[in-house]
């Protein structure tokens, strides 16, 4: 039997939000379409997440598992989920109810009008330090100043993708995963659902200021060059400054003024050495990135699995 929609989470110790979400999630799904199954992704978890998910699995046939060698971060775990999922759309949500079941009606209502993708946009989100919501409201505006593609504001991995949409992303190779901008990037027909975005049920964030500032600088430079033609024009600007104070010096010998070049010339140094290491830095960034891409190794490995078979996995790379 077809499988109508696969519902993909993202697990890293969660081994207490796990139960309740999925008693959540299957109650609204059973009345909400002709087949489902919940797909887990164990991104490698210290504590008893994956001993959850089997016993989950083995009481209830729509759970379906699998868990990684080792924490590969939260974008590698649902791409491993959206390469597994059977279904004729796919959602996307984290474990830590944050992401409400009950607006899953909605996202799939929208499915059903037509759209390929049904983002769930933020109107108001509860129990965040006041440290996130500003970082998160900057770097979402940053982004959009900055890139190419129209990354919709105040939306996070939470959403809906029909299969012609879920087929698009799996052709994505790309290891370094800004996912929110890479569907943004796909097309197809697109559209927000607003919800309110609830506390984390139970235990801590399991985004790290490492982990979010590494996903800010992978959507930063994957879709923008811009900070690399920053460093250009700062060093034409600069190039400029040197010539016309070149130029002052030399006016000034020329009308007999005596001028000491010392000290601008020390500034003069240090300003450019400064602009050539930060253009250094940021040319290294991306080499580095085009180093990590170019070795093509796998964006995950799997363990272990439950209810999923010899299924195979969609991606190669
Ligand atoms: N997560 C993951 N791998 C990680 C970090 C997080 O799979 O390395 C999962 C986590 O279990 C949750 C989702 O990603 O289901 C979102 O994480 P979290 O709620 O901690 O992030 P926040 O809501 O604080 O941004
Ligand atoms: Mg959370």
């Known amino acids: 039997m077809s499988i109508e929609l696969s519902v993909v989470?993202?697990?890293?110790?969660?081994?207490?939000?796990?139960?309740?979400?999925?008693?959540?999630?299957?109650?609204?799904?059973?009345?909400?379409?002709?087949?489902?199954?919940?797909?887990?992704?164990?991104?490698g978890s210290a504590d008893r997440t994956w001993s959850v998910v089997g016993e989950l699995a083995a009481a209830d046939p729509h759970v379906k598992g699998l868990s990684f060698s080792r924490n590969f971060g939260h974008q590698a775990a649902f791409t491993a989920g959206l390469d597994h999922a059977g279904g004729e759309a796919v959602v996307i949500m984290d474990a830590d109810l944050q992401d409400p079941p009950e607006l899953l009606p909605e996202l799939v209502a929208k499915w059903r009008e037509g759209y390929d993708v049904v983002y769930a946009q933020r109107s108001r989100r509860e129990g965040e330090t006041a440290f996130k919501l500003v970082t998160a409201a900057a770097f979402y505006r940053l982004l959009q100043r900055l890139t190419q593609v129209d990354v919709p504001v105040?939306?996070?991995?939470?959403?809906?993708?029909?299969?012609?949409a879920v087929e698009a992303f799996r052709r994505l190779p790309e290891r370094h995963r800004f996912t929110r901008g890479l569907v943004a990037w796909m097309g197809f027909r697109q559209i927000g659902v607003q919800y309110v975005r609830a506390a984390r049920r139970a235990g801590e964030t399991k985004y790290t200021m490492r982990k979010m500032l590494r996903l800010a600088t992978d959507g930063l430079t994957a879709f923008s060059r811009l900070p690399l033609l920053a460093a250009l024009w700062t060093g034409v600007a600069l190039v400029g400054v040197g010539a016309l104070g070149a130029l002052g010096f030399v006016a000034a010998r020329l009308s007999g003024t005596y001028v000491s070049g010392l000290w601008g010339l020390a500034a003069g140094v240090l300003a450019l050495a400064g602009v050539q290491l930060v253009g250094l830095g940021l040319l290294g960034e991306?080499?580095?990135?085009?180093?990590?891409?170019?070795?093509?190794?796998?964006?995950?490995?799997?363990?272990?699995?439950?209810?999923?078979?010899?299924?195979p996995v969609a991606r190669r790379r």
């Open 9 to 43: 989470v993202p697990v890293y110790n969660e081994e207490e939000n796990i139960p309740e979400l999925h008693r959540r999630l299957a109650a609204v799904l059973a009345p909400l379409v002709r087949s489902y199954e919940i797909v887990f992704v164990d991104d």
């Open 286 to 311: 991306w080499v580095g990135r085009i180093y990590e891409e170019v070795k093509g190794r796998p964006l995950y490995l799997v363990q272990a699995t439950a209810n999923l078979g010899s299924q």
């Open 154 to 164: 105040d939306t996070g991995d939470f959403r809906l993708m029909s299969g012609k």
